[in-house]
């Protein structure tokens, strides 16, 4: 997901919520390590269809469940802790793009994907769903 795609979504919530808000109030609140939030930078942000944040980066994945964080790394399944892109498909499942390939979480776990009968274990460039849910990765070798 690119930076201007992420501001748009953010832009775009950030509208929704002030419209929504009362008058001379607005609904944002900063997230840090009260929260949970580990140090490092945000490199990707999805949300969920259960309202979950999910927030990608150098550090590992962390999804935001309202008051606190829940870390997630590569002891959870996840090929590596450097997270960089994360697609939400209409079935719920969350896909994980990190340096050493993909993951999708689904029914509570991380399952490493195969891409063509073998594990992925390139860097994820980018993730896109098309229409049909179907999920696109962009790696540096190629499409898959």
């Given at each position: 997901m690119s930076i201007l795609?992420?501001?748009g979504i953010l832009?775009?919530?950030?509208?929704l919520a002030a419209a929504s808000a009362p008058p001379g109030r607005l609904?944002?609140?900063l997230l840090g390590k009260d929260d949970g939030l580990t140090t490092g930078a945000v490199l990707c942000m999805?949300?969920?269809r259960d309202g979950f944040l999910w927030m990608g980066g150098e550090n590992g994945l962390m999804r935001y469940e309202g008051g606190r964080?829940?870390?997630w790394g590569a002891?959870?399944?996840?090929?590596s802790a450097s997270v960089s892109r994360l697609a939400v498909t209409p079935d719920g499942a969350v896909w994980v793009g990190t340096l050493r390939g993909l993951a999708r979480f689904k029914d509570?776990?991380?399952?490493?994907v195969r891409v063509d009968g073998e594990l992925s274990t390139r860097v994820i460039g980018?993730?896109?769903v098309d229409r049909t849910g179907r999920v696109w990765a962009y790696t540096f070798d190629g499409l898959a």
């Amino acid at each position: 997901m690119s930076i201007l795609r992420i501001l748009g979504i953010l832009l775009q919530g950030a509208w929704l919520a002030a419209a929504s808000a009362p008058p001379g109030r607005l609904p944002f609140r900063l997230l840090g390590k009260d929260d949970g939030l580990t140090t490092g930078a945000v490199l990707c942000m999805a949300q969920d269809r259960d309202g979950f944040l999910w927030m990608g980066g150098e550090n590992g994945l962390m999804r935001y469940e309202g008051g606190r964080s829940r870390p997630w790394g590569a002891e959870d399944g996840l090929p590596s802790a450097s997270v960089s892109r994360l697609a939400v498909t209409p079935d719920g499942a969350v896909w994980v793009g990190t340096l050493r390939g993909l993951a999708r979480f689904k029914d509570g776990r991380f399952e490493r994907v195969r891409v063509d009968g073998e594990l992925s274990t390139r860097v994820i460039g980018d993730l896109a769903v098309d229409r049909t849910g179907r999920v696109w990765a962009y790696t540096f070798d190629g499409l898959a």
